[in-house]
């Protein structure tokens, strides 16, 4: 009998496991899918001389993660891989906003467009170097994160305290337009907000801007040697030295729970499988409670919180195997990883409000990947492995453009979807579309279909909207692993902190079941 079962082999689920194992518990992870990986995996689909991921492809969270550098992959042979330069947005007028590998280069392009916006955009960063390890440290701690929020407290008091909470919690555009002239800056803010579900009026949109802006800064946009499966090889390489077992094809239907303990889970093959010491469930808080966890093991309260969970938005991507670079207008773009698309922050805003009003977005935001100009290995030389995703509504009422999208998402609907996205391309490419060799696409119930815990295409385990986070991730009074089941502990991006491939809800259930067993 294992000492703990892991139900999914996300990242999540593999970080937890892999603490587990290497403090002596005997560990089975169960996925539910034919390999591992979950949101983090590769493959040659889109042309057999072409490494495409999946899902997720840049980690800038994976690289400042104190959970992921503590497991040590590079002596399990990952390898990190960057792009010259991290992100670009190419203005309508031929110019191109830079977040350059170095502050300085990017102050300096920033000055071009409004002097003065260079030094602003170098006081972000001056604030990121005092604050930023104890951000990241209170980010990826349970909540409340005692320590690392005391340290937290006194950096923010002598960075300016109540103002740079105020900062913070600003909507992205307003904070652009307090700290910078000219257009660029705001675009790099408001652009990477948008990595999340958070248009540029949302409260707290600036802050996950900033963030996300201040890793780009400090860590690039980096990507694992040889695809995101890298990544997760490494993961299951240390679990498995560790002793770990991993079960793939195995679909967990159950968390067998009696006396108000889980004592192990039943799949769909109808095995029961024992856990001695502790289940962790890297799935959605949806799936979890209600669905594994029969209703009637759970508080009233929680079910009904659960009815308002609000799921972050539904996801369209194309995958491209390219024969040549992709023709950028503006040049800056051709030497980035990570590529925005939209007509300035107004764009930004009309593209939010149509998803906000259920219509599927006639000039969709579009984030665009060159994954051969971050890892030459991705493809043959000369060529580019790329890709783009945009978001779409979960339930449509209407399409903002001429195709009469309804979310069916049949053939014919993906078919329109990927021509309107690479149209967009080639408004800011002239010829792109003439160098496609090869494309895939994925479409919400595609995504869903090969990894269940993104739900319709949500990719980030529930919304980064302030009203579910922290203490209310996945439901108010929660923030935390535990469960209302002794034993069974929520390991998955529904859990505080949320979405990204860092690891932290997988590290903080795994310590939560550690410190458990040590009380006793």
């Given at each position: 009998m294992p000492d703990a079962v892991v139900i999914g082999a996300g990242p999540n689920g593999l970080v937890a496991a892999n603490l587990l194992a290497a403090a002596g518990w005997s560990v089975e992870v169960l996925e539910a899918q034919p390999g591992p990986g979950g949101a983090v995996r590769s493959d040659r689909g889109v042309h057999p001389d072409y490494v495409s991921d999946l899902f997720s492809s840049f980690y800038p969270l994976a690289a400042a993660s104190p959970v992921i550098e503590g497991l040590g992959l590079q002596a399990e042979g990952l390898r990190w891989s960057r792009a010259p330069r991290v992100l670009a947005h190419p203005l309508p007028d031929g110019r191109c906003a830079v977040l350059e590998s170095d502050a300085r280069d990017?102050?300096?392009?920033?000055?071009?467009?409004?002097e003065g916006d260079g030094a602003a955009w170098l006081e972000l960063c001056a604030t990121w170097d005092r604050v930023g390890r104890d951000v990241l440290g209170a980010l990826f701690t349970p909540f409340p994160p005692v320590r690392p929020g005391l340290r937290l407290a006194a950096r923010l008091r002598a960075a300016g305290g109540l103002r740079l909470a105020r900062t913070l919690l600003l909507p992205v555009r307003r904070l652009g337009e307090e700290r910078f002239g000219g257009e660029a800056a705001r675009l790099l803010l408001a652009g990477s907000a948008l990595h999340a579900d958070l248009g540029p009026e949302a409260a707290g949109s600036g802050g996950f801007g900033w963030l996300m802006s201040m890793l780009g800064q400090t860590y690039g946009f980096p990507v694992p040697l040889g695809g995101a499966g890298a990544l997760t090889a490494a993961l299951v390489r240390r679990l498995e030295r560790h002793g770990g077992v991993l079960r793939c094809g195995e679909r967990v239907t159950e968390v067998v729970v009696r006396g108000g303990?889980?004592?192990?889970?039943?799949?769909?093959?109808?095995?029961?499988v024992p856990a001695s010491r502790a289940v962790l469930a890297d799935v959605s808080a949806p799936a979890l409670y209600g669905g594994l966890v029969g209703a009637h093991h759970l508080p009233g309260r929680l079910l009904d919180d659960l009815r308002r969970f609000q799921w972050d938005f539904a996801t369209f991507k194309v995958d491209w195997a390219l024969n040549g670079p992709v023709p950028w207008t503006a040049?800056?773009?051709?030497?980035?990883?990570?590529?925005?698309?939209a007509d300035g922050v107004d764009g930004l805003t009309r593209f939010a409000a149509q998803i906000a009003t259920g219509q599927v977005p006639d000039r969709p935001f579009l984030l665009f990947g060159q994954m051969?100009?971050?890892?030459?290995?991705?493809?043959?030389?000369?060529?580019?492995s790329a890709w783009a995703y945009t978001h779409v509504p979960h339930r449509i009422k209407g399409d903002a453009g001429e195709d009469g999208l309804t979310g069916r998402?049949?053939?014919?609907?993906?078919?329109?979807?990927?021509?309107?996205?690479e149209r967009e391309v080639e408004r800011w490419?002239?010829?792109f579309r003439s160098r496609i060799a090869?494309?895939?696409?994925?479409a919400p119930p595609t995504i869903e279909s090969v990894d269940a815990n993104l739900h319709g295409g949500a990719i980030n385990g529930g919304t980064t909207a302030a009203h579910q986070q922290l203490v209310f991730r996945p439901t108010p009074g929660t923030g935390r692993p535990e469960t209302p089941v002794r034993g069974l502990y929520l390991a998955s991006a529904s859990a505080h902190p949320g979405g990204g491939v860092h690891g932290a809800p997988g590290a903080n259930a795994a310590r939560a079941a550690l410190r458990k067993r040590l009380r006793r």
């Open positions: 990017t102050a300096a392009g920033l000055d071009a467009f409004a303990r889980a004592v192990g889970v039943r799949t769909a093959n109808g095995e029961a040049r800056p773009a051709t030497t980035a990883g990570t590529v925005h698309l051969s100009t971050a890892d030459a290995t991705r493809s043959p030389a000369g060529t580019e998402w049949d053939r014919g609907e993906q078919e329109a979807m990927a021509d309107r996205m490419a002239p010829g090869a494309r895939r696409l994925l």
